[in-house]
């Protein structure tokens, strides 16, 4: 379960764990991970039809079923997936290098709550919202799936060439202090707020990233065995000294569609691969220089693209939708309670 209130697959390597100690999850029940996360807490709800398992160290509940007539699962869901809650959850948490919140502290909570017709007409409101979403997020992969397999026709139909005779290596530095913006490239292929402390560090170093030019951090160690790269889809930046700023050709090569490559996890491990180096291992510019893929005309390019332009403004927009209905569940809650009292 996540800090998010979802339930995801575990990122864990459990094939030589002894799953015969792990808690099994039946639809409708709740999970939650009693060591807190900051501010948050680690928490979900089993909506779906299905029953998983969940590591012992979690905890799990379901509503008793003589409470079934008093509170619905749903609007407890909604309860719980409020700042507020976990505000109080954390406050009541305790420990000293580790936090807890315990059982004890969760059944210890108070809340009100209004009849049952109120709770489903909520829960109807929430379920709502997410059924929009989700249908919106589904075609959303619809359209993912018609760029990676467009890719993946183009790699087996067309001869593959070199990117080297395509890019061309930029080493501007901010010496005037014109810029002052600083970002880093992550591993998931986007430029982000940089998490350096900068006080003191003359910045004149620095390599300018303008519009549609490529960054990469050259290093790629400890990083996951994927590679720090981004296109600057945004105003001029900063980036530290030791990445390396690559311009392309625009009349050949159209930089969305080298960035599409550059996601695939196939590139990921080609970059490991061919990285080198002793303490630190590095991906050169002649190494990138190296990497081939099939270009074909700019035409062709220039759709692939724009398909995966539309791709990304819709998963933002998707990511907007999670945020909002989120961010309802307490007014969702307020509402509830104001008409209950009527």
């Avoid at 995801?8 to 060591?35: G, Q, Y």
């Avoid at 919140?101 to 997410?130: G, H």
């Avoid at 979403?133 to 593959?160: A, N, T, W």
Wanted: net charge neutral; aromatic share 12%; charged share 30%.
């Amino acid at each position: 379960m996540t800090i998010t209130k979802q339930i995801i697959p575990t990122k864990a390597d459990v094939s030589t764990t002894d799953l015969s100690k792990f808690l099994i999850i039946h639809p409708k029940d709740f999970i939650f991970n009693p060591r807190t996360h900051g501010k948050h807490i680690g928490f979900g709800y089993n909506d779906s039809n299905d029953s998983f398992i969940i590591s012992w160290n979690n905890i799990g509940f379901r509503v008793k079923k003589e409470k079934k007539s008093v509170v619905l699962p749903e609007y407890l869901f909604l309860h719980f997936n409020r700042s507020e809650w976990d505000r109080e959850a954390c406050y009541r948490s305790w420990g000293s290098s580790t936090e807890v919140f315990t059982w004890e502290a969760l059944c210890e909570m108070e809340l009100d709550l209004p009849d049952l017709p109120t709770q489903q007409k909520y829960v109807d409101i929430y379920k709502a919202m997410v059924a929009n979403q989700q249908s919106y997020e589904r075609g959303l992969e619809d359209l993912k799936l018609v760029c990676d397999g467009y890719i993946e026709d183009l790699r087996r139909k067309m001869p593959c060439e070199k990117i080297g005779a395509y890019l061309i290596e930029k080493k501007d530095k901010n010496a005037s202090y014109t810029i002052t913006k600083n970002k880093a490239a992550s591993i998931e292929k986007t430029l982000v707020d940089t998490h350096a402390n900068l006080n003191g560090v003359d910045i004149r170093n620095y390599l300018i990233v303008r519009e549609r030019q490529f960054a990469y951090n050259t290093v790629t160690t400890r990083n996951g065995d994927k590679i720090s790269i981004a296109l600057n889809d945004s105003s001029d930046c900063l980036v530290s000294p030791i990445y390396t700023v690559f311009d392309v050709d625009n009349t050949a090569l159209v930089p969305e569609y080298l960035m599409l490559w550059f996601k695939r996890s196939e590139f990921d491990r080609y970059a490991r691969y061919h990285s080198w180096g002793s303490a630190r291992e590095m991906f050169s510019f002649d190494d990138m220089s190296e990497v081939q893929i099939p270009i074909p005309d700019i035409k062709v390019q220039k759709a692939i693209a724009e398909v995966y332009s539309v791709y990304t403004r819709r998963k933002k927009i998707n990511e907007q939708l999670k945020a909002q209905i989120k961010d309802i569940c307490p007014i969702l809650i307020k509402g509830s309670l104001e008409e209950g009292k009527i």
